[in-house]
Structures are given as structure tokens and as C-alpha cells.
């Protein structure tokens, strides 16, 4: 078992050598996807800390892909990758019903704004629970969630090894899930800072079947990580890992 898995690190490590100059073209090309957009200036305000590009490259987002958003909220990145799969992709927009009601709807509406008037034909909302989603079994080529995971974790660790193993059952075979979470560190009580250990996160996406990688993309020196993440001084400057979990099949 040990060589086995020593062999597949291996053979993913020569391929990501072998495909960085396609990698570093992808995120040029996707750049200039996400500026010809029409994106609000409140989104785009937010791409110097998120890097969207950088962030949608590293997992291998392409155009003509199917890919979800997964506990979208008000879909800050259902519209990046909208923008990234273009006409020929797809994007499910993916929230848990219970989710949408927290702080009077804030999120259904924002979702619901985003959406007005079809101008992101290439969305599909999904308000389901994840086993009740109607989507199409492997059929998936990305899925993305950002600055969730955490919460899962740290209510309930093997709730949160179960959904990524639920997940498995829509991303296609040797398909990614990325996952971007605000990172803690060594004895600081993350659940209540609203934040969790990148190792937490790797042994939970490894109990679960794939295979990880990860980037130090979205790392911060200015976070201290002391601090609540909606504390306004390090609100969306928070240190952050991104983790590429490929849905390996034996």
C-alpha cells in the first residue's frame, strides 16, 4: 500500500512539472476572462486578497467545464467561475436551505441579485441538501469551497470526512476539489477564531479517498492568527490555505 501510494505521488509530481507552462498560460487566460466579465466593483475588490486567477489555475478550472460552488452564499465565486467555464461550462451554485435563512436571507438575496434577470446563463442555484443536489453522479470536473469547511470540522470532525466522501460520489474520476479555509495554529482555540489546522484539514481529505496537494497562494504575513476572522483589522487579510484534492480511483 505504501509503494502504491508512493507511486502516485510520484507520477502526480511529474505531471504537475510537465503541465506548469500550460498551468501559468491557463491563469493568464483566465485573468483576462475574469476582466472582460462585467463583474460589480465589489467583487472585484476582493480579487487582490482571494486571487482568483491564481486560485482557479491551481485547481485546473478550463472553459467548457462543469463545475459547483459548493456553500456558494452569495456567490462571490459562483461568478468567477462562471466567467472561467464560460458558455460552453457550467456552474452549480450550490447552498444548504437551512444556510439561505441566517441573517433574514442576507445570502438568498444576494444570491437572487446575482442572478436577476439570467445574467449568468451558465448558472444552475441549487438549494439542496448534498444527497438531494438531482446532480448527475461523476459528472462534476471542479467543485470549490471557500472559507467553509472549517465550520463543518470543528461541529463535528467525521461529519466533515463524510461529506467529502459524499462529494466523491459527483466529481468525475481524477476530478478536484479545492477547498480554501482561514488557517490556525497550534494552541489557539480555532473553532471559536473560526478557523482550523491545514493538517486537520489534509488528514480529513485523505481519510476520505484523495489525493492532496496544496499552495501557499493565498498565505498572509499580516495575520497573526489570533484573531476572530470577522475582527474588522484582519477581515479578508486572514492567512489562508488551498488545498487540490484529486478524486483518485483505485
Not at 446575482?114 to 439542496?128: F, S
Not at 477547498?179 to 480529513?204: C, N, S
Request: include cysteine; charge should be neutral.
Amino acid at each position: 500500500m505504501m509503494l502504491r501510494n508512493l507511486i502516485k505521488t510520484t507520477c502526480l509530481m511529474i505531471s504537475l512539472l510537465l503541465v506548469l507552462p500550460q498551468l501559468q498560460a491557463s491563469e493568464s487566460e483566465l485573468a483576462a476572462s475574469l476582466a472582460a466579465a462585467g463583474r460589480s466593483a465589489e467583487d472585484t475588490a476582493r480579487d487582490a486578497g482571494r486571487q482568483p486567477a491564481k486560485v482557479l489555475a491551481f485547481l485546473g478550472v478550463e472553459p467548457g467545464m462543469t463545475v459547483m460552488d459548493l456553500m456558494a452564499s452569495g456567490g462571490w465565486y459562483t461568478e468567477v467561475l462562471s466567467a472561467a467555464v464560460g458558455p460552453e461550462g457550467k456552474v452549480y451554485a450550490h447552498n444548504l436551505p437551512a444556510f439561505l435563512q441566517f441573517r433574514d436571507g442576507m445570502y438568498d438575496k444576494a444570491m437572487t441579485r446575482r442572478l436577476a434577470d439570467n445574467r449568468l446563463p451558465n448558472v444552475v442555484r441549487v438549494d439542496a441538501e448534498l444527497d438531494q443536489t438531482g446532480i448527475k453522479p461523476f459528472s462534476v470536473d471542479v467543485v470549490i469551497t471557500a472559507l467553509n469547511f472549517h465550520d463543518i470540522f470543528n461541529r463535528d470532525p467525521d461529519a466533515a470526512v463524510a461529506m467529502l466522501k459524499q462529494l466523491r460520489k459527483l466529481i468525475k474520476a481524477n476530478g478536484v476539489l479545492g477547498i480554501i479555509d482561514h488557517r490556525a495554529v497550534k494552541g489557539t482555540d480555532a473553532a471559536k477564531l473560526h478557523r482550523m489546522l491545514e493538517k486537520d484539514a489534509v488528514a480529513a481529505a485523505k481519510r476520505a479517498g484523495y489525493l492532496v496537494s496544496s499552495s501557499e497562494i493565498l498565505a498572509s504575513g499580516e495575520d497573526d492568527h489570533q484573531q476572530l476572522v470577522f475582527d474588522p483589522a484582519i477581515r479578508g487579510k486572514t492567512d489562508r490555505f488551498l488545498l487540490k484534492l484529486v478524486n483518485i480511483q483505485e
